[in-house]
């Protein structure tokens, strides 16, 4: 799928960058020519239609859909066939300004089959190649970190994008990047939380910003009851050609102002949507928590997801990093029919979104 975005809020991506022109007017041909190198050259250069792409390779929550040891309604009636639901594997994406070089924001357990699922993911220019160019993982948690070691085969560090907080993490309670040091390597950037945005080469003209969520370090953490702002981020996408954004939080408890400022900018919405209720998963006897102790705000219910979304102009807000007991995984389900009427849609796996 190929969106175009239409929020008359949009076009007002603050960030400019220095060492590359930007440009914001509609795009029509694939191929065009930046304005002001059409004036200033005699041999003008042409640019590649600059949209930003965003794939999504995962769109479950942490254990997928179906879920390997889980015999509730949504799990066993989508391994038998019997449900109106597709299978999702755990929640990942992936960013491209050339369908070559991706970004892949968080590394899922199930990246190998990711991979096999979007062969644009292997460009093939080289004997061995890879179309992740860069990971940027969101927190340390195991359904966004533990797909990295299956990425260990490259020939080159991986360059790893995270804060501080995650990439301790990763040195200290889950040695990811100690054990792959042993491998490919890990060339880590530590990911600010300042409100700055940033840029992931060999992409140009998009820019990450890291926001800051009050959440959680993982439960295997050492500092798991002591958060510090850096466990956990979500991310502002915004393509500087065409102005727009999108604000992605797999997981989001709490809107805090940098979050509820940072879902106002954005013209797309991909946000959490792991439990339909709160005590969803008590219910069920799959879990003594609460999607609120687990760091997730449920959608439904009094300052639910629904409400928070019905208060942001964005032009679509898609849910994500769905927990397999929710019953919005079932297509003909009223849960569905109720977002359908807020203009909330359920992402899924291999979904393209553009900027
Ligand atoms: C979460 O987001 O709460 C995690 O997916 C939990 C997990 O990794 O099982
Ligand atoms: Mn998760
Ligand atoms: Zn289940």
């Not at 999504?56 to 889980?70: H, K, M, R, V």
């Not at 040091?181 to 409100?195: S, T, V």
């Not at 393509?239 to 954005?266: C, H, I, K, N």
Request: proline share 8%.
């Amino acid at each position: 799928m190929h969106h175009d975005l239409a929020n008359p809020a949009s076009n007002r991506c603050p960030f400019r960058l220095r060492n590359h022109h930007v440009y914001r007017e509609p795009l029509t041909g694939k191929l065009r020519l930046a304005p002001a190198l059409a004036g200033a050259s005699r041999r003008p250069r042409p640019v590649l239609e600059p949209h930003v792409k965003i794939r999504i390779l995962g769109s479950a929550a942490g254990g997928g859909f179906p879920q390997w040891n889980c015999n509730c309604a949504n799990c066993d009636g989508v391994r038998k066939g019997t449900i109106d639901a597709v299978p999702r594997t755990q929640s990942s994406i992936a960013i491209s300004e050339n369908s070559i070089d991706w970004v892949l924001v968080n590394a899922s357990p199930d990246i190998l089959a990711q991979i096999r699922a979007n062969p644009v993911l292997q460009p093939a220019r080289a004997i061995r190649d890879s179309g992740i160019c860069a990971v940027l993982l969101m927190d340390a948690q195991i359904d966004h970190v533990t797909g990295l070691l299956m990425l260990r085969e490259r020939a080159s560090p991986l360059p790893l994008y995270a804060t501080r907080q995650v990439l301790a993490e990763l040195s200290q309670s889950l040695p990811l990047t100690r054990v792959l040091g042993h491998y490919c390597g890990i060339e880590a950037h530590a990911l600010g939380i300042d409100g700055a945005a940033l840029t992931i080469p060999p992409l140009v003209t998009t820019t990450f910003m890291p926001v800051p969520l009050a959440s959680k370090a993982p439960p295997y953490s050492a500092r798991r009851d002591d958060p510090h702002p850096g466990d956990n981020i979500g991310l502002a996408i915004c393509s500087t050609a065409s102005g727009r954004r999108l604000f992605y939080a797999p997981g989001l408890g709490q809107l805090t102002p940098p979050v509820e400022a940072a879902m106002r900018d954005a013209d797309v919405l991909l946000v959490d949507g792991t439990c339909w209720s709160d005590d969803e998963m008590i219910t069920l006897g799959l879990s003594h928590k609460s999607a609120r102790m687990m760091g997730h705000l449920a959608q439904s219910g009094p300052g639910g997801m629904i409400e928070v979304l019905d208060r942001m102009p964005a032009a679509r807000k898609i849910l994500i990093h769905i927990n397999n007991s929710n019953p919005i995984l079932r297509e003909d389900a009223p849960e569905r029919a109720v977002l359908a009427a807020h203009g909330i849609e359920v992402a899924a796996d291999g979904m393209e979104l553009a900027l």
